[in-house]
Nanobody
């Protein structure tokens, strides 16, 4: 059993940047996948980015490619999502999640562990 705790959300102007953190405790994470998802009001939770904790490929949603960067410090059990050039449409609650394999890595239904989420609000 493990726990994920996100932080780093807040209010930022359009064009600004935020770095979200995901602290993993418990049985994570040298061989598991870390993913970031987001959910805006009235919308379904959607994939943002993912990668393995021990390295390997990174995966991004189209809207995140070139603006967001997922990284991790596996020795400290902390994952990050750096978000640049933020837009009002990026406003959402952002969630960190974990799973065992890279299969269907963009599918939120395959993730077993979730954090409580952190609010990101981008003003125009």
């Amino acid at each position: 059993q493990g726990e994920l705790v996100e932080s780093g959300g807040g209010l930022v102007q359009a064009g600004g940047s935020l770095r979200l953190s995901c602290v993993a405790s418990g049985r994570f994470f040298s061989d598991e996948v870390m993913g970031w998802f987001r959910q805006a009001p009235g919308k379904e939770r959607e994939f943002v980015a993912a990668r393995g904790w021990s390295g390997g490929s990174t995966y991004y949603a189209d809207f995140a490619e070139g603006r967001f960067t997922i990284s991790r410090d596996s020795t400290e059990g902390i994952g990050y999502l750096l978000m640049n050039s933020l837009r009002p449409e990026d406003t959402a609650v952002y969630y960190c999640a974990a799973k065992s394999t890279t299969s269907r890595i963009r599918d939120r239904r395959t993730y077993k562990y979730w954090g409580q989420g952190t609010q990101v609000t981008v003003s125009s």
